[in-house]
């Protein structure tokens, strides 16, 4: 044995070359290196904003702190890099590091579609995202090519040279077998012509876009909208249990509702028509009340209104997104409604300084998207108030129901007008110490109409708003009505008392009145026994009137009335379940041209009664030919049965001839094989002169030769 020197420093520790170490790195720091930091770590911290402005560097530091501002409500900003050009210009994107992946995916969501001004729009993606998509490795599924379909035109219907209306109905309604047919028609003088007809063309009800382009099917699966000459399949949505659908009014989109319930959650979808894409859905409440959103008059807006947190939430398109990002804040919001003709609309507000029912309470008018207050006005001691805006959007009526008094029994209505065509729009006030019953405006005018007190025995009066003057009544009428609408023409107003419901009973009075004259005057007086529900057509030319099955379950009929109440003729639908007409574009015809046609309306007079002569002529030949074809059947059987009787009365009289039974005994002579007509000698027959155009001759002569 070998014993070393305890002094000696030489030492060696090094491992042999072939040495394996059987511990390794990660078995003696394992928790230090797991929070080692990853270039993937720091690249999930970096989003990308697309379309910010190119501007140059003049220009620079200003929209940098604008930009940290805006991207710092997500989370902390570590630093951020503008790519430029050779020139100095930003390229119109810039990388943003946030402090931590959460606060990056958030700022991510929360800027796509971020409007910076009405020309930059942002779009946002995460850095580890741009190399998945310029990967050539990523897969991409071609779709499949989908052939155009053309529907035809949609609006092909108003071409029609004698300009009439068409109206849906759904008849032979059971709900029970669930079954119904559904029936599209033209209106026409003589009796309607039956365009398209299809049984279970819906489960429920149908429904006419606001330009009367397509025509919507409602089922349990969604909807599907139909249109074109021969109502073919458009596009169809699906969405399960809709209960409520509603259009843009430009026809652009469509809006369907689930509601709420204990089996599912409520939802609302709104989708874009021609591609049938969902633009974006949202979650319904059940303090939510249909409608669920209400669109300006153009479409580029549309707002719903929540009560419990006092905001008006006002959406865009095409871009879907809350304006500005932000709701608006109104304090004690009661209800809002968009004006028909402009971009603004008008709100009532109800004090929260106080919780007492007669607090101060002020109406507002706020203009969009600048949300520039255009007017307000403070009305004390309101139970609830109604807006009535004027077709063309000059006036908005808003009627406030105010307490009388101390002791706050009874009801005042006061109608207060606002005047949007005037400077600072003035209002003006109208005090109606009555029950208001029904509230419309003239359609062509600033006249409108009340109908005040009780359906036994109410009044109708009509008012008219007077520049710098104020309110003045015109006149005023009794009757009795629940319901009234205006001729979309004017002058005409039609009243009837409906039936609402099984325990309520009704004549089904309808009335027709001339507004034009001093005082207001029945022009007809009528009745339609179960009478459900009045409306005008679009043109203003007739006014329906029609039952409902599940209301009343005899007589389910339809009755079209000229304009001043003159029956035209009854239609008759078994179990009547709905009725609705078309409706139309607005007119493209000046108010210049029309009053030019008033003007020489003469000059246009024959052409439209040489119309009617030829529609009467073709009404003529068609029952002429129906009558003859059913007279030569009738020829026929009377024929057939001749022959058979005088068989059967020589058999018999062989048989029976001691009897002398003879042929007489089946009520007939039998001769030459003919039956007699029955008429007696001397008896006067009532004669039917059937008048039809064979041919027609036009002659045109100059207007100075005219007398």
Known sequence: MTVGN?????????????????????????????????????????????????????????????????????????????????????????FVEFNTSEEASKACAGLVNFKLDPKHVFWTVKLTDIDKYCSDETEIVIPEKQNFKDPGNLFGWLYDDQGRDQFAAVHNFDEQRQSNVVGIYQNNNAQPNLLKERPNWTETTVLWSPKGAYLTSIHSKGIVLWGGPNFEKIMRFSHINVDFVDFSPCETYVLTLRNPSLSHAGECIIWEILSGQMK??????LSDSWPIFKWSHDGKYFARMQMAADIIQVYETPSFGLLNKQSMKVDGIQGFDWSPKANYF???????????????????VFEIPSREELCNRSIYSVQRMHFYWHPTGDYCCVQSDVTKGKAKKGVNHYLHVFKFKSKNIPVDLQEIKDTINKFIWDPISARFAVSLGDTAKCTVAMYEVQKDIGMRMLSSIDTQTNTMAWCPLGRYISMALIRSNKNTSSQGTVEFVDTNNDQLSFVTKTEHYGLYKMDWDPSGRYCATYNNTQISKHDNQVILWTFHGRKLQTIHLDSLYQFTWRPRPPRLVTEALREDVKKNFKKYQSKFEQQDRMSQSRTSKELLEKRRGLSSKFEEFMEKLSNKFSIIAATETKQENNLGVSGARWGVKVGGGKAETGVKEGEELEEEVIEYVISQQVTILDNAKQV
């Open 280 to 285: 974006r859905s949202f979650e319904v409440n």
């Open 6 to 94: 305890d002094d000696s420093d030489d030492h060696e520790f090094s491992d042999p070359e072939d040495f394996v170490d059987p511990i390794n790195d990660q078995d003696l720091l394992g928790d230090l290196l797991n929070t080692r930091p990853t270039d993937n770590d720091v690249l999930n911290n970096i989003i990308v904003v697309d379309n910010i402005p190119q501007i140059g560097q003049e220009k620079f530091e200003k929209l940098k702190s604008i930009l940290i501002k805006t991207f710092s409500k997500f989370g902390q900003v570590v630093s951020t890099h503008f790519p430029k050009t050779q020139s100095n210009i930003l390229k119109g994107f810039v």
């Open 346 to 364: 008008i709100c009532s507000i109800k004090s929260s300084e106080t919780k007492d029912d007669n607090a101060p309470s002020r109406v507002h």
